[in-house]
C-alpha cells in the first residue's frame, strides 16, 4: 500500500510527504485502534488512525501533535470498496480497504468499531471520489 501512496503522490522516495495541508493532528472524523497488515512482511500491528479529510494516516502512537510523522497514509478517493473481511481473514472485527490494485486488512476492537470504522470510511470515499463530479449528476425525477 505504501507504494501505491507513494505512486499516487508522484513520489519515488521515502521523503516526507506533503499531506495536502491536512492537520491531522485536530478534530479527526474518526480516530482508533485498529490492527493493520503489513505490506511486505505480512505481520499484524497495533496502529493508531486518523481519517480527516479524505486520507487515512496511521501513526505508532496514539498521541498525535504538529509534529507526529505518519507511518502511512491512503487517499480515500484511491478506493473502491470498504467492507467486512471476517470470513477472508477467519477473524473476528475483520474489514478491507480495496484499491484497484491493493487490498488493505484491518482488525477492530469490536463489532461496533468495524461498523463504525467501515461507515466513516465509505462516507469519506464518497464524498472525495472523483468518479462523479456536480456536472456529470443526472437527475432523473426531474420533468424535462
Not at 502511512?72 to 480497504?97: M, S, W
Amino acid at each position: 500500500m505504501a507504494s501505491l501512496l507513494r505512486a499516487a503522490l508522484g513520489q519515488t522516495d521515502n521523503k516526507a510527504a506533503d499531506y495536502g495541508g491536512i492537520e491531522y493532528w485536530s478534530d479527526p472524523e474518526r480516530a482508533g485502534w485498529l490492527t493493520k497488515q503489513g505490506e511486505y512482511i505480512k505481520t499484524w500491528r497495533r496502529r493508531w488512525f486518523v481519517l480527516k479529510q479524505g486520507k487515512l494516516f496511521w501513526f505508532k502512537e496514539s498521541t498525535v501533535t504538529r509534529a507526529s510523522s505518519p507511518r502511512g497514509v491512503i487517499p480515500v478517493a484511491t478506493c473502491l470498496t470498504v467492507k467486512g473481511a471476517e470470513d477472508v481473514l477467519n477473524r473476528q472485527y475483520a474489514f478491507e480497504l480495496s484499491t484497484r490494485t491493493d487490498t488493505m486488512y484491518f482488525i477492530a476492537d469490536s463489532e461496533k468499531d468495524k461498523e463504525d470504522w467501515i461507515n466513516s470510511i465509505g462516507r469519506s470515499i464518497v464524498q472525495h471520489s472523483r468518479s462523479v463530479t456536480d456536472n456529470e449528476i443526472v437527475d432523473y425525477d426531474s420533468k424535462k
